[in-house]
């Protein structure tokens, strides 16, 4: 795998954001991260690294709790979309039937829209929690608003880099399915090591925006540890050049303290393509046992708003390729087909659904 140096991968600092001067700086790296990369490292980004070492603690120890009693906190009737997502459930797009070797949580940590319940109850269903993790359960919510709050940030920056009015993207989440999760890679055996097994196969998210606040290698007697060998973790791949046609692989290595923040298939959409969803793996350690504990943060648009390029970025081309205009709503419910989440009969609700009304009056 081609690996280019990490320090290109520009850093923004959230304080510049905030600040009178700074925000030509961030918008600078913003451009090139998120156009580039699809991916920048955010410093000073204020989320408690404390609660978020606690809330790992807490994660592992429900990891390691029955079978059973993680098969009951399993939400199939809300396609996964909160609770325990147990392991070989999900699978990327173009993973060839490989699913990821991961375990999940789910949990939305804002304020969930009404109306859109009645239309997604599965994608803004109410949280569930297991039994006797208060501290979990709250931690959890605590650490997604705070991560969705550096999210709207780079919202905001992002418009500013572009030249749009500032909260065109940030306002257009009111609301939204934005979602928390708690992943966990599990362990590869002596067999499974150096196979083609990933711990989550190469794709792009379906959201606006992702927050990574950064997660936790354990060796194989469950001890904290640092990365096992130099190339496991997340790679990106950068942007397609005249001599790169595939795009060259990244390695990301956030530099300490940094939070990584990822493009998704919605931003790409909106920009015509000028901010790239970056195509994303997670390679497992080279040596069996080692497990891993991230936490990631989706943002979403509204699941009315529509989804197709901003004004500034309508040309042939773009329309060629994010055209027809969907909405968001829709679209996630497509994906969630796509990857193996929701049945594909949830595709009926998209049209004309009442066919059986004639029928019924015929009869
Ligand atoms: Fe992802």
């Keep these: 795998m081609e690996a280019a140096s990490t320090e290109s991968i520009p850093v923004v600092d959230l304080a510049d954001l905030r600040s009178e001067g700074g925000p030509e700086r961030a918008a600078a790296a913003l451009r090139r991260a998120f156009g580039e990369f699809g991916l920048v490292y955010v410093q000073n980004h204020g989320v408690d690294t404390e609660v978020l070492e606690r809330f790992y603690d807490d994660w592992v120890e429900l990891t390691q709790r029955s079978e059973e009693e993680k098969r009951s906190w399993a939400r199939a009737d809300v396609w996964y979309q909160r609770g325990w997502t147990p392991p070989n459930t999900e699978q990327a797009v173009v993973a060839g039937g490989q699913p990821d070797f991961k375990e999940c949580y789910f949990a939305a940590p804002m304020a969930l829209d009404e109306r859109c319940r009645l239309m997604f109850p599965e ?64 362990a590869l055996d002596d067999q499974q090591v150096g196979t083609s097994i990933l711990w989550g196969e190469e794709h792009t998210d379906f959201n606006l925006l992702t927050l990574l606040p950064g997660g936790r290698f354990y060796d194989p007697a469950g001890k904290r540890c640092e990365r096992p060998d130099a190339a496991s973790g997340l790679y990106l791949r950068a942007r397609a050049t005249a001599e790169h046609p595939k795009g060259r692989m990244v390695h990301g290595k956030p530099p300490a303290g940094c939070l990584v923040a990822q493009v998704g298939q919605q931003l790409e959409i909106l920009t015509g393509g000028v901010f790239q969803a970056t195509p994303h793996v997670i390679t497992p350690p080279k040596q069996p046992g080692y497990t891993r504990t991230a936490l990631a943060h989706f943002i979403h648009l509204h699941s009315e708003r529509r989804l197709f390029p901003h004004d500034r970025f309508l040309s042939e081309e773009t329309i060629l390729a994010y055209g027809p205009p969907v909405l968001a709503g829709t679209y996630g419910l497509k994906t969630l087909v796509d990857i193996g989440l929701a049945p594909k009969t949830a595709l009926n609700k998209l049209g004309y659904h009442h066919y059986d009304r004639l029928a019924d009056a015929r009869s």
């Design 123 to 186: 994608i803004y269903a109410e949280n569930s929690w297991p039994q006797g993790a208060d501290r979990f359960r709250d931690d959890y919510l605590a650490l997604g608003k705070a991560v969705h709050e550096v999210g709207m940030d780079l919202l905001r920056g992002c418009a500013s880099a572009l030249d749009l009015p500032s909260d065109i993207f940030s306002a257009a989440t009111e609301g939204g399915p934005h979602v928390t999760r708690a992943l966990r890679y599990l």
